[in-house]
């Protein structure tokens, strides 16, 4: 059996959601099948379970819609943004530390082979690999460089099934484009696209059908009708693009959108909560509406502080009458003094922090990297770590203030309703994981709706 690409006509076209759908649609199909991705850019990490790895929330999230354990092969290079032109590097799951981003294209040759080692593993475990692109596939100047689309779709054959966003506009452009501009022996295997984001009446668009089959020769796999699914960001940006409908909301949560926040996926569960309404906020005078502000974990922690005190949050961040829940960097940051003597994250060796806690945080070469069951001011919960900072507790409990290094701590039910029924009794709650289980097999039968597998299947197995 062949595996898949998928391959977007331009960035956040819809790529993650997709190839995570299509993995469960082929699984449920009885095909042992596996999500890939070969090099990632995101400060949105999980660890995995299996070496306790870090890899990218797309491939993480497919995984366990499937019931698979997580594994670094799902995404062997990942990359977090770092200050200037440097990069976070990790491969297979573990960190390499800071590398400058043009050094790194250059030498691209030796990641080739963490690649193809990862995809051949998983090929020798798995009949199918679904392999999520990364933005556009013929970006001319940087095809050579390109190992999430070109080199995987070149090295193993597979499959490709272009995905076109049309809320964009140009959709009939960037369709006979990317087509037109995939080098001759990839467009051989095109099986053919999925018009993705569409909204209005369907019919309406049985013309550009035509057009696409008739005029381009690329086969139309469905016209997916736009429908939110607030889960498995890949990026801030995907994030951003969030639906939330707050006429139930008893509560308002403010999250500070810091500029290099990561694991963003900690407020999935606050997303879809009908008593919350969550904000990402950039201004003080914002904070006056929120009964609970989260500062979130950050990739650059000192840079973020000090954003934070240029943007006047001192005053807000140090009021005790301020209900707060710091994660991970924003827990460091609430700590008298940041110490960073190997210059892991900054050039700044002591940074004055909040002081809402004592002591300092001491940044380490080592990341801690882990994942498991924590007892947290009294309740057992699952969560994950991942952080270069070291502190004498892993959490802390003031009486309107809680911090901690633990990342989904709202995926736990418990924590949620002990958090939220104190800033409001008539806070309900809700079952999370019931919730999660609900919306993927939801979304994953719209996509079998609108999308013929049928014929996807049929191209895998010739």
Known sequence: MHSLSIFGTNSDAGKSTLAFALTYLLRHRGIHVAPFKAQNVSNNSLVTDIDNGEIAIPQAFAAEAIGLKTTPLFNPILLKSGGASKAHLIINGKS????????????????????????????????????????????????????????????????????????????????????????????????????????????????????????????????????????????????????????KAIITVGVLKLPHISNFTDFEPLVVDDEIALSFITSVSEVKHCDLLIIPGSKRVVDDLLWLKKRGFAEILTDKKKHIVAICGGYEMLFKTILDPYHTESEHEITEGFGRFKGSVTFVKDKIVKKGCYN???????????????????????????????????????????????????????????????????????????????????????
Request: glycine letters at 8%; one cysteine or more; proline letters at 2%.
């Open 376 to 462: 947290q001011q009294g309740v057992m919960l699952k969560g994950y770590e991942i952080h270069n900072g070291i502190a004498k507790k892993r959490s802390k409990k003031k009486k309107n203030l809680y911090g901690t290094f633990l990342h989904g701590i709202f995926e736990n039910d418990a924590f949620r309703d002990k958090v939220f029924h104190t800033l409001n009794k008539n806070y309900q709650g809700y079952n999370f994981q019931t919730f999660k289980r609900k919306a993927i097999a939801d979304f994953a039968n719209h996509i079998d709706t609108h999308v013929d597998i049928n014929f996807i299947q049929k191209e895998l197995n010739e």
């Open 96 to 247: 390499v530390g800071d590398t400058d981003v043009w050094a790194y294209y250059k030498d691209l040759n030796r990641l080739k082979p963490v690649v193809k080692k990862a995809f051949m593993d998983l090929q020798e475990k798995y009949e199918c690999i679904v392999a999520e692109g990364a933005g556009s596939p013929v970006e001319l100047n940087l095809m050579d460089k390109d190992l999430s689309n070109i080199y995987v779709a070149q090295e193993f054959h597979t499959k490709i099934v272009l995905v076109a966003d049309i809320q964009r506009g140009g959709v009939f452009a960037s369709i006979y484009g990317v087509y037109n501009l995939l080098p001759k022996q990839l467009r051989k295997n095109v099986i053919g696209v999925i018009v993705n984001k569409f909204q209005g009446d369907m019919s309406l668009f049985d013309e550009g059908v035509k057009i696409i089959e008739k005029d381009f020769g690329i086969k139309v796999l469905g016209v997916v009708p736009f429908r939110p699914f607030n889960l498995g960001f890949e990026d801030s940006a995907s994030l951003m693009g969030y639906t939330q409908d707050t006429s």
